[in-house]
């Protein structure tokens, strides 16, 4: 048998149940901290790790079922390497299921072309957020600095602000319509909120503003946790 082909049956067993076995008992295995094993355990460990499996039958070794000494050893502390797990999966899947650029931080326009560009040039799954401000406008420093919050939580959302002046549409953003939030998908306008600080209290956060826009299901699903938070969320 090839070395192509070998390479595609390993990659077909990680589907499917046998798959998921197979890919938790790596991962547990993984995780574990082999130099605290008692021996016994310890060679048990090393022969569920490193099989010596005859070559005529590679997969059903793959596929086979977890002995009763694998499943003694793999079930202690469960619970807390099955989260780690779970969260593992759950950021694979989600990775695999995000479309679309990402972005950090608020991106400052400074011209009318400019802001053109970003809502008719981003990419079709984008949701485009511009903030239309000015300063010494009450609110509008306030609504800037929640949105700098909020570009770190949204990473595929796309948080733009220009001052109305620079705009070129000053006219239109008189200082009784701002703060204004215009919301964009594919090109079109899909939320425009002007004076957009009356719905919300005198002193606002970025959650407030937060569940603003997810009242009208502007904002997609929040980024997972990094592996990083994982494990401090994990500690008491």
């Avoid at 490193?50 to 694998?70: F, G, I, Y």
């Avoid at 931080?105 to 485009?128: M, N, P, R, Y």
Wanted: glycine letters at 6%; a negative charge.
């Amino acid at each position: 048998m090839s070395g192509k082909v070998m390479e595609m049956e390993e990659v077909v067993t990680q589907t499917g149940p046998k798959g998921v076995i197979n890919d938790w008992r790596r991962f547990k295995l993984e995780s574990m901290d082999q130099e605290n094993l008692p021996p016994a355990k310890r060679e048990l460990l090393r022969q569920m790790s490193s099989p010596h499996r005859p070559k005529d039958d590679s997969r059903a070794s793959l596929n086979r079922k977890m002995s009763v000494q694998e499943y003694e050893l793999l079930k202690d502390e469960d619970e807390a390497c099955l989260k780690k797990y779970r969260k593992r999966c759950m950021q694979e899947m989600h990775d695999k299921l995000s479309f679309g650029p990402k972005f950090e931080g608020v991106h400052d326009l400074d011209s009318g072309e400019a802001f053109l560009q970003v809502i008719e040039k981003e990419h079709h799954s984008t949701v485009v957020i511009v903030h239309i401000y000015k300063v010494g406008v009450k609110g509008c420093e306030q609504l800037n600095n929640c949105l700098d919050c909020l570009a770190a939580e949204y990473p595929t959302v796309k948080f733009c602000r220009i001052d109305a002046v620079a705009s070129g549409a000053g006219e239109r953003f008189s200082d009784e319509v701002l703060p204004t939030l215009l919301v964009y998908k594919a090109g079109e306008l899909i939320g425009n909120f002007l004076a957009c600080t009356e719905h919300l209290n005198e002193e606002f956060f970025a959650t407030d503003v937060e569940a603003f826009l997810n009242g009208y299901g502007l904002l997609p699903e929040k980024e997972l946790q990094g592996p990083a938070d994982d494990e401090e969320n994990d500690v008491e």
